[in-house]
Structures are given as structure tokens and as C-alpha cells.
């Protein structure tokens, strides 16, 4: 676990850079028959001789060009595969259900998938069903909890994020720019979605008590029920943006395009998640990062090198969390990614030193809002 940890480690510090490469994603060489076809791009999945795929990512809501949670756990899934010969493809449901996402596991495993990864809270019903049924299928289960999941088997291991912590960083940095008005645009709100926000309005609130503004400081927090972007996103963010605000974190798969939209109309700027989305849009000042890519290569490691037929006890049945403790979110310090003046590289590193050693806690608690002395109008 220490030498997989290490290369874990390494990889953290590259992931944001690779994020912004831009480079072309592949179509599923298989899908459900009934899933919409897509046009084919120049970069394949790799097959076995006899057409099946070892390693399978089922996509959440969204494809994995969604710049954000599939996107990144595609990325994992690729990079470990290629760099270790296994053969890979992706599967999308075709709709967001989990009577799909049963069929399209199904369908994954009958093409010789061995380790199917499913990246989202959406997946704990569907694998909670399938795990006894495929005892041989290993299952890793992105932003699953115990909480969500109480029971799994052997073959079923969980891989959650400290995404508070990278939502305090977001709003700090964003208050110590110098931005007083805010808003966070959530997707559906799940327990990570909660836990960015909730960070946010952390890390907002001690950076006001810090600059002596929290008299200033407004966030606008709201919830669309939905991680594809549409118009009526987009109207609420212009309202928004109409009314004041000058950053938006957008937080839930492709939304984020609603916000970069509004923001383009309105001159405003936005903040990513999950990837460093800076290669995405000029307005996107900074992204709340979690290690996606690095952790399902971590994870895909542990199965592997302990004989790829189990997880390892310590996975396998339980619920593995990456956080600051081990460098796996936070916000991307880049020269191209930071877009921001007053609050410097120098100044998030120490922020990050004291969430690290414990001086700064983030709370992580999803069932009420936390107290703090800014305004917040919770819009749901």
C-alpha cells in the first residue's frame, strides 16, 4: 500500500496538468442497444482478440467528455489500463435510472469486464443489487459511502472524497480576491454536491472574519436537481449575475456550462470542480479538484497487483477516503489555472499546511448548514 500510495502521490501533482490537455475522447466500441449511438473519434478502447474489454467504466449522468466527474474517472481507467496492458471500454446507460444503470452493468460484465468502476452516488442502488449476484465482478464505486452503501461485499470497494475540504479552499481563495458576492450552483444534492457547498461557505466565512468584511459577504446556494446544463440553468444564473454576483462555483457534471454561458453575457467569472476546468473557459478563475484519475489508478493497483481476483481486505468491503491527509484535492496552482491576483499561490499553501496538520478543520457534516456569521440564502 506504501509504494501504491507513493505513486498515488506523484500522480496528484501531474493530474491537474493532464486534465487540461484537451485531448480527443474515445466512443464505446459497445453500448446498450438501446443507448443514443455517437460519433466514433480517432482514439479507440482497447478490445481482446476476442472483442472483450477487462476493464469497464459505466458513465453516470453525462459522457466522458463531460469535463468533470466521468471525464475524470475515464482518464484513471485509460491511463492504468494502457500503462498496464489490460484491455477497456466504456458503457452508457441510456437513461438516468437504475434499472439502466442494472442493464448496463449487466451488459459490461457479459463483455468480460472483471472490474467495472461506476463514478457517482447514483450507483449505490444498482451496485447494492448486482454485488452478490456477479461475485467474481469487482466493483469500485466512486463518492459511494457506507452511509449510502451500509453492506458491501467483498467484491465491492468505495472510494470517496474530502470535498469539503476542496470547497473551503474555493471560497476562501474567492473572498480573499477580493469577490464579496457569490453564489454556488449545485447539481442534485447528493452528499458530495453537499459537502462542496457547505465547504464553500467555510472557507467564504473565515476568509470574510479574516479581510473584516463578513458584513460584505453574500453567497447565493442553490441546487438545479439536475448535472446537464440547460437553459433554465443558465436564466438563473443570469438572474443572478444581474443581481450581483460576481463568481459562481459550479458544482455537478456539465452545469458548469450554463454558468460560463451566463457569465460570458455578464462579464462574471466561475469556478470548476472535481478537474481543473481552466482550459474550459477564460471566466473559470480557479476549480475545486479531487484526485479522480490518480485514485482509480490507485485503486485498480491495489486489485491488480494483489493477484486480480479480489479486492484486498482493505479494500475490498470498505470505504477508502482521499483528502488533504494525502494531497488528493485542493485547488490547481499552475500558472495557467490561476487566475487570480490578490490571493496568491504563496498564501494557498500555507492555508493548505494548516488544513493538513489539523490547526483548520472542515467540517463535513451534510445535514445542516453550517453556522457562520456571513449572509447565505439557501434557495431550496
Known amino acids: 500500500m506504501k509504494k501504491i500510495l507513493a505513486i498515488f502521490l506523484a500522480l496528484v501533482f501531474a493530474f491537474?496538468?493532464?486534465?487540461?490537455?484537451?485531448?480527443?475522447?474515445?466512443?464505446?466500441a459497445d453500448q446498450p442497444s438501446e443507448a443514443p449511438v455517437t460519433e466514433q473519434k480517432t482514439e479507440e478502447p482497447v478490445a481482446s482478440a476476442d472483442g472483450t474489454y477487462e476493464i469497464a467504466l459505466v458513465t453516470d449522468v453525462g459522457n466522458i467528455d463531460d469535463k468533470s466527474f466521468n471525464q475524470g474517472t475515464w482518464e484513471g481507467v485509460k491511463a492504468y489500463a494502457e500503462a498496464n496492458g489490460k484491455t477497456f471500454n466504456y458503457y452508457r446507460p441510456s437513461e438516468?435510472?437504475?434499472?439502466?444503470?442494472?442493464?448496463?452493468?449487466?451488459?459490461?460484465?457479459?463483455?468480460?469486464?472483471?472490474?467495472?468502476?461506476?463514478p457517482g452516488y447514483l450507483f449505490a442502488s444498482a451496485v447494492g443489487t448486482l454485488q452478490?449476484?456477479?461475485?467474481e465482478t469487482m466493483f469500485l464505486v466512486l463518492d459511494v459511502s457506507l452511509r449510502d452503501l451500509p453492506n458491501p461485499a467483498a467484491n465491492t470497494?468505495?472510494?470517496?472524497?474530502?470535498?469539503?475540504?476542496?470547497?473551503?479552499?474555493?471560497?476562501?481563495?474567492?473572498?480573499k480576491e477580493g469577490y464579496t458576492k457569490l453564489g454556488f450552483l449545485g447539481g442534485m444534492a447528493v452528499p458530495a454536491v453537499v459537502r462542496f457547498g457547505y465547504g464553500f461557505v467555510q472557507g467564504a466565512n473565515d476568509a470574510a472574519k479574516e479581510l473584516?468584511?463578513?458584513?460584505?459577504?453574500?453567497?447565493?446556494?442553490?441546487?438545479?436537481?439536475?448535472?446537464?446544463?440547460?437553459?433554465?440553468?443558465k436564466t438563473k444564473m443570469s438572474g443572478w449575475y444581474t443581481e450581483g454576483t460576481e463568481v459562481v462555483f459550479a458544482c455537478g457534471g456539465g452545469i458548469y456550462l450554463s454558468a460560463v454561458g451566463a457569465a460570458e453575457e455578464a462579464g462574471a467569472k466561475v469556478i470548476g470542480v472535481d478537474r481543473d476546468q481552466a482550459g474550459d473557459s477564460e471566466l473559470i478563475i480557479t476549480s475545486a479538484m479531487k484526485a479522480l484519475a490518480p485514485?482509480?489508478?490507485?485503486?485498480?493497483?491495489?486489485?491488480?497487483?494483489?493477484?486480480?481476483?479480489?479486492?484486498?481486505?482493505?479494500?475490498?468491503?470498505?470505504?477508502?477516503?482521499?483528502?488533504?491527509?494525502?494531497?488528493?484535492?485542493?485547488?490547481?496552482?499552475?500558472?495557467?489555472?490561476?487566475?487570480?491576483?490578490?490571493?496568491?499561490?504563496?498564501?494557498?499553501?500555507?492555508?493548505?499546511?494548516?488544513?493538513?496538520?489539523?490547526?483548520?478543520?472542515?467540517?463535513?457534516?451534510?445535514?445542516?448548514?453550517?453556522?457562520?456569521?456571513?449572509?447565505?440564502?439557501?434557495?431550496?
Open 295 to 380: 485514485s482509480v489508478q490507485v485503486a485498480l493497483g491495489e486489485f491488480y497487483d494483489g493477484g486480480a481476483t479480489a479486492w484486498p481486505e482493505s479494500w475490498g468491503g470498505q470505504q477508502t477516503v482521499f483528502g488533504v491527509s494525502n494531497d488528493s484535492v485542493g485547488l490547481p496552482t499552475e500558472e495557467a489555472s490561476w487566475r487570480m491576483t490578490n490571493f496568491t499561490v504563496e498564501e494557498y499553501n500555507e492555508l493548505y499546511a494548516k488544513v493538513k496538520s489539523g490547526e483548520i478543520v472542515v467540517s463535513n457534516a451534510i445535514d445542516a448548514a453550517p453556522a457562520v456569521e456571513i449572509s447565505v440564502d439557501y434557495q431550496n
Open 16 to 28: 491537474s496538468m493532464a486534465a487540461c490537455a484537451g485531448a480527443p475522447t474515445p466512443e464505446p
Open 212 to 233: 473584516g468584511n463578513v458584513a460584505d459577504v453574500q453567497i447565493k446556494h442553490w441546487y438545479c436537481d439536475s448535472f446537464a446544463p440547460s437553459d433554465d440553468i
Open 157 to 175: 470497494a468505495l472510494v470517496t472524497y474530502q470535498e469539503e475540504q476542496a470547497g473551503y479552499f474555493a471560497g476562501y481563495a474567492a473572498v
Open 132 to 135: 452478490e449476484q456477479y461475485p
Open 96 to 118: 438516468d435510472s437504475d434499472e439502466a444503470r442494472i442493464e448496463t452493468i449487466k451488459t459490461a460484465i457479459e463483455k468480460g469486464a472483471k472490474v467495472v468502476a461506476c
